[in-house]
């Protein structure tokens, strides 16, 4: 594995040489930083499967360097795609898309339809504007854990199962991309992200159908697992108001806590860790999987979260937190 910290002609030219080659190459977008490997190529994306120990069925979202790329890989592209790819592209919306015959089922989890979006993020664009090609890149880590949000969460992750990391240093969202499903009758929400379902219906003119349960789904999507994006450590969301008993309550019983704070006025002690994050939405969620993977790292006993407000704001932060922790 090798770290590059450059954006420079020379590190993107090697990183296209190495997905060329069928190799595994990490790269940092707007959301979380992806692992990426030649979409068009099933054995290189096998290996993608392989490092993170994703099961073969779950799909993955294949990246774009402009709209027009749409027509390569979508057997139909609707009105509906051209006007979200125009207003949220480059940016963190993937559209799901019936898919060409000639796009692989190792790609598509396989499934007859596929996800792409165009990510807006310098570095990822130089990337896929010299590859000329669809890189399929799901988060950069092992399946179901923290998402990646910086460089060294992926070298913490993967190590030499990759074979080159572009480090754009922290990444913008911090989220995932909200995922859009375009492939049906009707649009449906099917992964809450940045781009919420109130930016997507104005510029529809219509409104959205809203994510179901991943056991009841037809359709699978990225990020629909019941526990995604989770610690080791055992985590629990918890009302603001019950923070101090909860505290109280594991500290007698001898355990180390971390608390992810976002609003109680908390005091650390020998056995409590705390991380305060911001108060609002997008700045929150740009902190989020670094701090859970900050408190994940001291071996604690137990993470608390202070439950955000339930919110079309947080929508997308709650929507992770539900799949990372248990209600206390």
């Not at 969620?285 to 006993?301: K, N």
């Amino acid at each position: 594995m090798k770290l590059m910290p450059t954006a420079d002609a020379a590190a993107i030219g090697y990183a296209v040489q190495l997905l060329r080659q069928g190799r595994l190459v990490a790269f940092p977008t707007e959301t979380v930083y992806g692992l990426g490997a030649d979409a068009a190529n099933p054995d290189a994306v096998r290996r993608i499967f392989a490092a993170k120990g994703r099961p073969a069925d779950h799909p993955l979202i294949v990246h774009i360097k402009d709209a027009e790329a749409l027509t390569d890989w979508a057997a139909v592209v609707p009105d509906a795609a051209w006007k979200l790819a125009a207003h949220f592209w480059p940016g963190p919306l993937a559209l799901i898309l019936s898919k060409k015959p000639c796009v692989s089922m190792t790609v598509t989890g396989g499934q007859a339809t596929v996800a792409l979006r165009v990510p807006n993020h310098p570095l990822a664009l130089g990337l896929l504007q010299a590859f000329d090609g669809g890189i399929a890149a799901p988060s950069a880590n092992r399946f179901c854990r923290i998402s990646p949000t910086q460089a060294s969460h992926v070298v913490e992750e993967l190590g030499d199962a990759v074979d080159l990391i572009l480090d754009g240093g922290a990444c913008q969202v911090g989220v995932e991309s909200t995922i859009v499903d375009l492939s049906g009758g009707h649009p449906r929400l099917l992964r809450p992200g940045h781009i919420t379902p109130f930016d997507i219906e104005a510029v529809l003119q219509t409104g959205l159908l809203m994510p179901v349960s991943a056991q009841s789904a037809t359709l699978r999507a990225p990020g629909m697992m019941a526990l995604h994006y989770a610690p080791t450590t055992v985590a629990m969301r918890c009302p603001t108001v019950d923070l101090p008993a909860g505290i109280q309550q594991l500290t007698t019983d001898g355990k180390r806590v971390g608390v992810l704070a976002y609003r109680h006025p908390l005091v650390a002690s020998k056995r409590v860790h705390i991380i305060h994050v911001p108060e609002q939405a997008d700045s929150y969620a740009q902190a989020l999987y670094a701090s859970l993977r900050e408190l994940d790292g001291l071996q604690l006993d137990m993470i608390l979260v202070e439950q955000p407000p339930e919110t079309a704001a947080w929508q997308a932060i709650n929507d992770r937190l539900r799949k990372a922790t248990i209600a206390f």
